[in-house]
């Protein structure tokens, strides 16, 4: 499958899981992304584990700017604040609309767990069909303690209670995810 195919794929298969996916263009489109969503959703805040300096730099005066608080290190003084988790992944599956993110940070493990709202972006080249196409990937990553891969699909849920599906129980009620085109035309 060529790579329109797999981006393609990927935003079909996101959607029936209940992500809400986009396309942008360069950062600058995720980070207003990610503060319009916070205002309109009402919340006041937004953490953003491992953003370059320039980045982190430009979200926290958009989010001054429209009245938002971008969360610092160390989340874990932060826990009943996030509203907005806003990350990169490292790499997608197209055939079940997957983030695969490097989770070794604490920060990034308590953005992605305890946030409403999480906003994840990836670059159109780092999607892949399935999960075996990573897995040399993978077992190298797994090597360097700590390892410790998340596999997000869609927002969180869970049917554990009577076989009832709740979304948002153990994680964010909703996924929003940005498809980042290197070359788009």
């Known amino acids: 499958m060529d790579q329109n195919g797999l981006i393609q794929r990927m935003k079909e298969k996101a ?6 996916v986009s396309t942008v263009s360069h950062i600058e489109e995720v980070l207003r ?5 916070t205002l309109d959703q009402k919340g006041r805040t ?11 730099q430009k979200l926290e005066e958009l989010g ?6 971008v969360l610092r290190p160390p989340l874990r003084n932060h826990l009943n604040e996030i509203h907005t ?3 990169g992944a490292d790499w997608g599956l197209a055939e079940t609309g997957t983030l695969v993110l490097d989770s070794a940070s604490e920060d ?16 159109a080249s780092r999607i892949v069909f399935e999960a075996a196409d990573l897995s040399e990937t993978l077992v190298e990553k797994m090597k360097s303690p700590p390892g410790y891969l998340s ?14 599906l709740a ?8 996924l929003h995810l940005l498809i980042m085109e290197e070359n788009p035309s």
């Open 15 to 20: 959607v029936l899981v209940q992500a809400v």
């Open 85 to 87: 988790a806003l990350t």
């Open 46 to 56: 937004i953490a953003a584990p491992g953003l370059d300096a320039d980045s982190r």
């Open 151 to 164: 596999f997000i699909t869609g927002a969180s849920r869970t049917a554990d209670i009577e076989r009832v």
């Open 33 to 37: 992304y990610a503060v319009k969503l």
């Open 64 to 69: 001054r700017a429209a009245g938002l608080a």
């Open 108 to 123: 990034l493990r308590i953005a992605t767990m305890l946030s409403e709202t999480h906003v994840a972006w990836i670059p």
């Open 167 to 174: 979304i948002g129980v153990h994680g964010p009620q909703e």
